[in-house]
């Protein structure tokens, strides 16, 4: 048969037959019809792909480079996530990514996986600041978050907080201590905060609890009240 040389675009080509000489009977030639189907690329490098931080969408990774191949011939094209508008979790991943062939019309795209790192986000935990008076059971520690992706109000586990005040301890500043946590999206920075018991008047006698506390006097027993010669006490 007969057909021109060199690429061909899919679709139906002619063919042609022609007779060929022959020492004895005879060959009937006809035309048929040839079709050319499209092409999947071979992906023979994938792309290199950039770092994500926890809370950035596949999108914003880019895919540099890259080499689709058929046969000896280098298709042109664009590599892009499956799921562009997906946040993953911190750590490292396999991600479904599409070539697309700027030739759609001989060219089937092709599809491959590659490796996406997510680092964690730094998130900032702050403890507030309470107070108390003397004699008072500690407030609950409550806290403040700076970095948090956008959707999300707070962390898992809970942060909890330890102080080393306690029901009897003197006025004055105590730290609020955050307790390590170790999560998996986010590289936290704690800051603590600050307690701060001051005097009062637990027993209603009119003498603060500093001051009994220091005459050696029960602050919750409003009949042991110090004995002072200073002015104003009696």
């Known amino acids: 048969f007969q057909a021109?040389?060199?690429?061909?675009d899919i679709g139906v080509t002619?063919?042609?037959?022609?007779?060929l000489p022959i020492s004895f009977g005879s060959i009937t030639s006809s035309d048929a019809s040839l079709t050319v189907n499209k092409a999947t690329p071979n992906i023979l490098i994938p792309p290199s792909v950039g770092d994500?931080?926890?809370g950035q969408t596949l999108s914003q990774a880019?895919?540099?480079?890259?080499?689709?191949?058929?046969?000896?011939l280098e298709v042109v094209g664009v590599f892009s996530f499956d799921s562009a508008t997906l946040k993953p979790v911190a750590g490292t991943a396999q991600q479904n990514v599409t070539f697309t062939p700027l030739d759609p019309d001989n060219y089937n795209p092709?599809?491959?996986k590659v490796a996406v790192t997510v680092a964690k986000k730094t998130l900032t935990l702050k403890a507030d600041n309470k107070s108390r008076a003397y004699g008072v059971?500690?407030?609950v520690f409550t806290f403040r978050y700076e970095g948090l992706v956008p959707g999300e109000t707070v962390i898992t586990p809970t942060p909890t907080a330890t102080t080393s005040a306690g029901l009897d301890s003197r006025p004055g500043t105590y730290a609020i201590a955050i307790a390590p946590i170790d999560h998996a999206n986010y590289e936290i920075t704690r800051i603590d905060g600050a307690l701060t018991v001051v005097d009062g008047d637990k027993d209603g006698d009119g003498v603060g609890d500093v001051a009994e506390l220091d005459a050696g006097?029960?602050?919750?027993?409003?009949?042991?009240?110090?004995?002072?010669?200073?002015?104003?006490?009696?």
């Open 14 to 19: 002619g063919v042609q037959t022609c007779a």
């Open 217 to 234: 006097t029960d602050p919750a027993d409003p009949a042991d009240r110090p004995v002072l010669l200073s002015a104003g006490w009696n």
């Open 110 to 112: 092709a599809v491959l």
């Open 137 to 139: 059971a500690n407030p």
């Open 4 to 8: 021109e040389d060199g690429i061909r």
């Open 62 to 72: 880019t895919l540099l480079g890259g080499v689709a191949m058929v046969g000896d």
């Open 52 to 54: 994500l931080v926890y």
